[in-house]
Nanobody
Framework: QVQVVESGGGLVQTGGSLRLSCAAA????????MGWYRQAPGKQRELVAE???????KYADSVKGRFTMSRDNTKNTAYLQMNDLKPEDTAVYLC????????????????WGQGTQVTVSS
C-alpha cells in the first residue's frame, strides 16, 4: 500500500556532499517517522538517521554533525543531507517509512525502498 523510492546517491570525493531523497506514495493515512539505514559489504546494517513526524531527529554517532535529516510532510518526502563525506560512508542507503495506510490507521508499520548507492572515493 506504500511505495518508497530513494534517489540522490552517487559518486563523490572525500569531503564532498550529497543529498538523498526518500519519497513515499500510496494510500497513506499518516507517516510517523522516516529514516535511513545503510548497508556496506562486510558490515552490519546501520541505522544512520531518523526523523519523527514532529521533526525530531536522531543520528548515529558516526554521522552526527555531518548528516542532517529534514522532512516535507506535505510531500511525504524526507531528505538526508550528507556533508563532509568519508570513504567509510560508502554503502547502499535504504529509506524506511513508518506509516499507517489503508485500513490500518492505528498501528504503523515500516515500508522500505530499494536503496540508493553512495560511494565516497579517497
Amino acid at each position: 500500500q506504500v511505495q518508497v523510492v530513494e534517489s540522490g546517491g552517487g559518486l563523490v570525493q572525500t569531503g564532498g556532499s550529497l543529498r538523498l531523497s526518500c519519497a513515499a506514495a500510496g494510500t497513506i493515512f499518516g507517516i510517523n517517522a522516516m529514516g535511513w539505514y545503510r548497508q556496506a559489504p562486510g558490515k552490519q546494517r546501520e541505522l544512520v538517521a531518523e526523523i519523527s513526524s514532529g521533526g525530531m531527529s536522531k543520528y548515529a554517532d558516526s554521522v552526527k554533525g555531518r548528516f542532517t535529516m529534514s522532512r516535507d510532510n506535505t510531500k511525504n518526502t524526507a531528505y538526508l543531507q550528507m556533508n563532509d563525506l568519508k570513504p567509510e560512508d560508502t554503502a547502499v542507503y535504504l529509506c524506511y517509512v513508518r506509516a499507517t495506510s489503508g485500513g490500518n490507521r492505528i498501528f504503523p508499520i515500516d515500508y522500505w525502498g530499494q536503496g540508493t548507492q553512495v560511494t565516497v572515493s579517497s
